[in-house]
C-alpha cells in the first residue's frame, strides 16, 4: 500500500525549515528518502532502518518511529538547492524483498530567495 | 565508479506502434534492475524488477513486459503502445545486499499520441 506524505506541497523562504512526513499503513521495515529536480531522475537521500533511528545528512536528516509508521524528513536552514520534490519510498519486508519500495505521491518543495 | 545509462531521453511513439527502452549498468555485477514509470506530478510506480539474468517479476498488470537478456542490461518493451502507456520511465539499479539505495538513470520521457 502506497504511503501518505503530507504535506502535498510547502513553499518557504531561503534559510527556513520544513518538515515532510511519511506515514504507512503497515509495519515499517525501512523508508528510503529521495529528492527529485523537474525532469530529472530521482537522487537517494538516506535509508532509515527499523530501530527508531535517526540519521543527519549536512542540514538535511530524518527521524524514523516504529510505533508510529511513520517517517519525518527535517530540512532545516534551506538553501534554494532544496527545491524539488520529495518522495518516501517504504518496505514493510526486510530480507527479500529485493529493494522493492512502494513510493509516496510526493512532497513538492519550493525555495524563494 | 557506477553508471548507469538509459535510452532514449525523449520518445514520441503512435498508438500501437512496438516499444523497446533500454538500460545498462557499468561499475558493478550483479546488481538488481527495476523499471519505474511516473506519471505526471504523480509518484513512482515500479513495474517490473530482476535479481538476475532472464529473472523478472512483473509488480502490475499491463500492457508492459520487460528482459535481461546481460547481467547489466534491462529492456522495456511493448508489442502496442497504449495511451495510458505515457510516462516518464525510469530504469534503476541497486546492490544485492538488503536495504541499498535505487541509483536511478536519467529517464525516458514517453509520450503515446
Known amino acids: 500500500q502506497q504511503p501518505v506524505q503530507s504535506p502535498q506541497a510547502v513553499i518557504l523562504r531561503e534559510g527556513e525549515d520544513a518538515v515532510i512526513n511519511c506515514s504507512s499503513s503497515?509495519?515499517?521495515?525501512?523508508v528510503h528518502w529521495y529528492r527529485q529536480k523537474h525532469g530529472e531522475a530521482p537522487v537517494f537521500l538516506m535509508i532509515?532502518?527499523?530501530?527508531?533511528e535517526q540519521k543527519g545528512h549536512e542540514k538535511i536528516s530524518a527521524s524514523f518511529n516504529e510505533k508510529k509508521q511513520q517517517s519525518s524528513l527535517y530540512l532545516t536552514a534551506s538553501q534554494l538547492s532544496y527545491s524539488g520534490t520529495y518522495f518516501c519510498g517504504i518496505s514493510n519486508a526486510g530480507g527479500t524483498s529485493y529493494g522493492k519500495l512502494t513510493f509516496g505521491q510526493g512532497t513538492i518543495l519550493t525555495v524563494h530567495p | 565508479s557506477q553508471t548507469i545509462h538509459q535510452w532514449p531521453a525523449t520518445l514520441v511513439q503512435p498508438v500501437g506502434s512496438p516499444l523497446s527502452l533500454e538500460c545498462t549498468v557499468e561499475?558493478?555485477?550483479?546488481?538488481?534492475l527495476y523499471w519505474y514509470r511516473q506519471a505526471a506530478g504523480r509518484g513512482l510506480q515500479l513495474l517490473f524488477y530482476s535479481v538476475g539474468i532472464g529473472q523478472i517479476s512483473s509488480e502490475v498488470p499491463q500492457n508492459l513486459s520487460a528482459s535481461r537478456p546481460q547481467d547489466r542490461q534491462f529492456i522495456l518493451s511493448s508489442k502496442k503502445l497504449l495511451l495510458s502507456d505515457s510516462g516518464f520511465y525510469l530504469c534503476?539499479?541497486?546492490?544485492?545486499?538488503?536495504?541499498?539505495?535505487?541509483?536511478f538513470g536519467n529517464g525516458t520521457r514517453l509520450t503515446v499520441t
Open positions: 534503476a539499479w541497486a546492490r544485492t545486499v538488503m536495504d541499498s539505495p535505487l541509483h
Open positions: 503497515k509495519a515499517l521495515y525501512s
Open positions: 561499475g558493478t555485477s550483479n546488481p538488481n
Open positions: 532509515l532502518l527499523k530501530g527508531g
